[in-house]
């Protein structure tokens, strides 16, 4: 048997399944916690949505709310083409950024715009999260060799940068612009 170093080809080759068993765990476990915050956004952005004053702002959080209900049926997919059943997993950092909203949202005042900026920056900073996250499992995915998988992850990620220059748009053009005159 060939040796490289003091680990056979065997070993070498039992080291390599277990790291891509330990990689499966974590990319199951990252695909629960996204799982989670796709369905925890889908409940959140409702009274977000309620509290917000440009209608433009509304229509780009309703959009969003309608393709978070779309990547959450996708992330199922995602779970079956690799080998594993639908479930959940809390994300702190995600938990933490809804405080945080709610909390900004909580000391601006109500129908003024600049409640809506503070609404932007919070749709903002978990989009960019799940950017990162949708980014990494696309990546573990090609990797690990779910192709089906990395492609519907691929399209979430492009929906996710797609919503987050929309919503960069809107803001510009006319979120902060109503806030700085109010």
């Avoid at 040796?3 to 790291?19: E, F, M, R, Y």
């Amino acid at each position: 048997m060939e040796t490289s170093g003091n680990i056979t080809h065997a070993q070498q080759v039992i080291d390599i399944k277990l790291k891509s068993t330990d990689l499966h765990d974590l990319l199951t476990d990252h695909l629960k916690s996204l799982y989670w915050t796709e369905q925890f956004l889908s409940r959140n952005l409702v009274p977000i949505i309620a509290v917000v004053s440009s209608e433009e702002l509304q229509h780009m959080l309703d959009g969003i709310l309608k393709e978070t209900e779309l990547h959450i049926k996708n992330l199922e997919e995602v779970f079956a083409a690799i080998g594993e059943k639908t479930a959940v997993q809390t994300s702190h950092a995600v938990t933490g950024l809804r405080h945080e909203a709610f909390e900004m949202i909580q000391n601006t005042d109500r129908q003024s715009f600049v409640r809506d900026v503070s609404i932007v920056a919070s749709v903002q900073k978990i989009t960019h999260y799940k950017i990162a996250v949708y980014g990494t499992l696309r990546a573990t995915c090609v990797v690990l060799g779910y192709l089906a998988a990395a492609d519907l992850l691929e399209q979430a990620l492009r929906d996710e940068k797609k919503m987050d220059e929309e919503l960069t748009r809107v803001a510009e053009i006319f979120v902060y612009k109503c806030a700085a005159s109010e």
